[in-house]
T-cell receptor, first 112, second 112 residues
Framework: NAGVTQTPKFQVLKTGQSMTLQCAQD?????MYWYRQDPGMGLRLIYY???????DKGEVPNGYNVSRLNKREFSLRLESAAPSQTSVYFC???????????FGDGTRLSIL | DAKTTQPNSMESNEEEPVHLPCNHS???????IHWYRQLPSQGPEYVIH???SNVNNRMASLAIAEDRKSSTLILHRATLRDAAVYYC?????????????FGPGTSLSVIP
């Protein structure tokens, strides 16, 4: 049982490039989330999807877009990457909104 | 927003019990108390959650104060693998969860 799978695990971008971070879960969960974690800090919620077909902004949505492709997949897109977006990105899912979340192993993103 | 406060760091000797405190003085009646931990270079891992009563599972115990303004995560016998950052967060089952906030957590060191 894979749980939450994130790809890629590492990525280096140049300022202004775009890319999409992929996330898939195999637990039939309804809710999915994207967080970022900067060095020495806690996690900050970027976007979430309460259920298939819905997405909402979290604490730090600027510079990002998301797509809930289907129940399994939730992608995060950086349209024009900036050095301030250098971070570790975590995807998570939960059965419903207030239930415990299951996290992926993260994508380490560096923007030069 | 309901928030939590935790000590920045704690130390414990191996094989001794560890009590990790969390204050949440503005907790609402519908907030669940969740604990997660994050091992180095990994995504957060769910530990335990509760609403009003004390809870036990194979990983830990959660003791919730009678007024619910504080809680304590108890690791009964610390091992070296328990060295991690521990996060206490509140999850409201009735409102949108863009208010979910992971603070810096408590960094637990386990001394052999």
């Amino acid at each position: 049982n894979a749980g939450v799978t994130q790809t890629p695990k590492f990525q280096v971008l140049k300022t202004g490039q775009s890319m999409t971070l992929q996330c898939a879960q195999d637990m039939n969960h309804n809710s999915m989330y994207w967080y970022r974690q900067d060095p020495g800090m806690g996690l900050r919620l970027i976007y979430y999807s309460a259920s298939e077909g819905t997405t909402d902004k979290g604490e730090v949505p600027n510079g990002y877009n998301v797509s809930r492709l289907n129940k399994r997949e939730f992608s995060l897109r950086l349209e024009s990457a900036a050095p301030s977006q250098t971070s570790v990105y975590f995807c998570a899912s939960s059965e419903v909104e207030y239930q415990p979340q299951h996290f992926g192993d993260g994508t380490r993103l560096s923007i030069l | 927003d309901a928030k939590t406060t935790q000590p920045n760091s704690m130390e414990s000797n191996e094989e001794e019990p560890v009590h990790l405190p969390c204050n949440h003085s503005t907790i609402s009646g519908t907030d669940y108390i969740h604990w997660y931990r994050q091992l180095p270079s990994q995504g957060p891992e769910y530990v335990i959650h509760g609403l009003t009563s004390n809870v036990n599972n194979r990983m830990a115990s959660l003791a919730i104060a009678e007024d619910r303004k504080s809680s304590t995560l108890i690791l009964h016998r610390a091992t070296l693998r328990d060295a991690a950052v521990y996060y206490c967060i509140l999850r409201d089952q009735e409102t949108s969860y863009d208010k979910v906030i992971f603070g810096p957590g408590t960094s637990l060191s386990v001394i052999p």
